[in-house]
């Protein structure tokens, strides 16, 4: 082999580990596995030990989970993040962050003016230093706005949601690059075309949506359920839609199914999320404000059928 070959395997070999590192970089910032699955994260209240409990139900750990901060009042604002830092440090587990755009008593136009941006600036002070080990730390504010039952509605006034959303995240970077944003709506009509409060692309990272399959009202069946949550005005092909329009990744932070006959429904649902830009779902593992719970055997055959899903490494 000539000097001048020598020196130019070099310079490839080189080129070569460039090229896997930057790979891998870009793997780990995106939050996503290395083998290119979404993230499976659980919510089971502000319970560490519930969240042990269904990692063993599951029979792995969980790759995050679904962690709030408080709304009561500016009070519980401020206070409350500390306090969550502290709970989950306990299992050492990645959390993605539902932290309230304001609390009870607030305004979206207060917010939107920059009035309560020295609170933002607390909170983000706090959860930037929760596992500084996480390329990214997951910030959703002002979920499910599209419907009426928020501090944060942007029922008739998008445009205040926005400004205020904006103010937020403003707040946050100027604290930690590693915060990435979801902006995130309730599936189906409830109320106003979500699109309207849309805040811009610059402020957005991640297009997120929360449904849940609830039999009082959805179709019992779970094929036409499913259906349904797919097609209907603002459901789920409407999301993969809007993101992929704004070249967006997605999550679902929360969803759930309260029937024992989820089976086809829940092999729909892990067909959809392994088929879109999905960074992760967060399946609501409680019986707070939705009867989703699946680890304590209410819906043996549910159950079931969630583990054959999304158990597998």
Not at 5 to 10: E, H, L, Q, S, T
Not at 165 to 176: G, L, N, Y
Not at 185 to 195: A, F, Q, R, S, W
């Amino acid at each position: 082999m000539t000097p001048s070959a020598r020196i130019w395997k070099r310079i490839t070999r080189r080129l070569h580990a460039v090229l896997r590192f930057a790979c891998l970089a870009l793997v780990v910032s995106q939050g996503s596995c290395t083998d290119g699955k979404p993230l499976i994260g659980v919510y089971c209240g502000n319970d560490p030990n519930a969240v042990l409990q269904f990692e063993s139900w599951f029979g792995r750990p969980v790759n995050g989970l679904l962690g709030y901060t408080g709304a009561a009042n500016w009070s519980d604002y401020d206070g409350s993040v500390g306090w969550a830092v502290g709970l989950w440090k306990q299992i050492d587990r990645r959390v993605f962050w539902s932290v309230p755009l304001i609390p009870t008593g607030a305004t979206l136009e207060a917010a939107a003016a920059g009035d309560y941006n020295d609170h933002y600036l607390k909170a983000a002070r706090t959860l930037a230093t929760y596992r500084p080990q996480d390329p990214e730390i997951h910030i959703r504010t002002g979920w499910e706005f599209n419907g009426d039952w928020f501090p944060w509605s942007a029922h008739g006034k998008p445009q205040a949601f926005v400004g205020a959303f904006r103010q937020f995240v403003t707040a946050f970077r100027s604290v930690s690059n590693r915060f990435v944003f979801e902006w995130n709506v309730n599936v189906g009509d409830v109320g106003m075309n979500p699109e309207t409060a849309y805040p811009g692309d610059a402020y957005v990272d991640i297009i997120g949506m929360d449904f849940y399959w609830n039999t009082e009202w959805d179709p019992a069946d779970p094929i036409q359920a499913w259906n349904s949550m797919l097609n209907r005005s603002y459901g789920l092909q409407w999301h993969q839609n809007f993101a992929a329009a704004h070249g967006k990744r997605t999550a679902y932070s929360e969803w759930g199914v309260r029937s024992n006959n989820a089976g086809p429904y829940i092999e729909r649902a892990k067909a959809w999320f392994t088929t879109h830009k999905v960074v992760f779902h967060t399946y609501w593992n409680s019986n707070s404000a939705f009867p989703g719970k699946l680890s304590d055997n209410q819906y043996p055959n549910a159950g079931a059928a969630y583990r054959a899903a999304f158990a597998a490494p």
